[in-house]
């Protein structure tokens, strides 16, 4: 338990992280890889590199201090990231290492406005939000090592078949070497992969969706090839460009908070834009096998034919539904689609299944657009569940 003195300490900083936040992690970021470089196979270098993660961490300890006496209000948040913590095998002894350069950026940067008070409070409180994610984590861990099929850490698979989907997007089928068969996933979750690029001194993880619906025998990831020269585009282009069928590649075991429970009653509109695709069609296809009276709407937006993926896939999946609808958006004018432009009310107006629930998934951009759209035509916000690629940053809908 944090005394009162030490909750109204955290409390009182707050306005100093606003300030300061992520300076601070930026600062934590430079010192931990400097004290811990092997801490650079767990984490992401293109986010580090486009300041995606500090702004990340920077939210996270922000809204923990606001909540500090309230923690529970954000287990919904924490648990979001411990999925991606556990998939990327962050474990607890990583916590204290975390905090003690967490302590050491804030003293670097606020200098001799950080008093010893100040830091001792924060210390505190670091290790009440550390111990909420650990305890989490764990559950977590043994979970995915319990599952049937379930393992530890990672695993090498084997790329059974590249598939190419449209013209950036291509899909691996990956195979445990082991043969063993794979545990269950819900449609919607994603899997970690690790590789090593030849010539790099670090592993690489990347999170892909799971695109099509579970099989005990393989999993399949969709990648979209980004540009070369983009940080993040590294891992896509080593597979589309340098793997081959045949290569190994390590998998953790599927995790996530995004997904849709197959076997509800309730109508459901799932909108993708671009790869963001990749989590719809596998709830599709899941729904399609194994409740296939459920009230489907699938609206995809793509720039143009080239680009879209799993076109007749979509179609036929649909109509293995009684009760299913797809439509195609296309952003180029003059396409043979259902719609031109943008998804924006109008469009959901006329397309969605406005009883249900939605699920949303595409560049943020676009995520932000049409979350902003069903709110005007009066979807309560409950009803919209939302997963964007990259980490969590604050989506403006407002
Ligand atoms: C991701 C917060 C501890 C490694 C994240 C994200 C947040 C976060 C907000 C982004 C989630 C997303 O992508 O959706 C925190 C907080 C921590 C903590 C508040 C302490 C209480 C740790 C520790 C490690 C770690 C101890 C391991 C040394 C990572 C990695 C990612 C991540 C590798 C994935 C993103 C990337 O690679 O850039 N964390 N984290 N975190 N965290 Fe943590």
Redesign the pocket.
Known sequence: MLSQQTIDTVKATVPVLEVKGTEITTRFYSMLFEAHPE?LN???HA??KQG??QT??A???YA?AVHIDQLEAIIP?VK??AH??RS?G??PE??P???EY?LKAIKDVLGDAATDDILTAWGEA?GV??D??ISIEKDMYDEAASAEGGWEGFKNFTIAKKEQESSLITSFYLKPADGEKLPEFMPGQYVTVRTKIPGDEYML?RQYSLSTSYTPDYYRISVKKEAEQDPNGRVSTFLHDELKEGDTLELSVPAGDFFCNIHDEHPLTLISGGVGITPMYSMLKSIAEKNADRPVTFIHAARNQDVRAFGSDVQETVAKLSNGKSYIVYEQEGLDGDFTGFINADVLKQAANLDGEFFVCGPVPFMEAVIRSLTAIGIPAEKINFEFF???MAIKTE
Do not use: E
Request: aromatic share 10%.
């Open positions: 801490l767990i984490f992401n986010n580090q995606r993660q990340a961490l939210n996270t300890v923990a948040a979001k990231i991606k913590h990327l962050v474990l990583h916590y290492i975390v905090g967490l670091y939000i550390a909420a994610f993880n990259g980490p969590a």
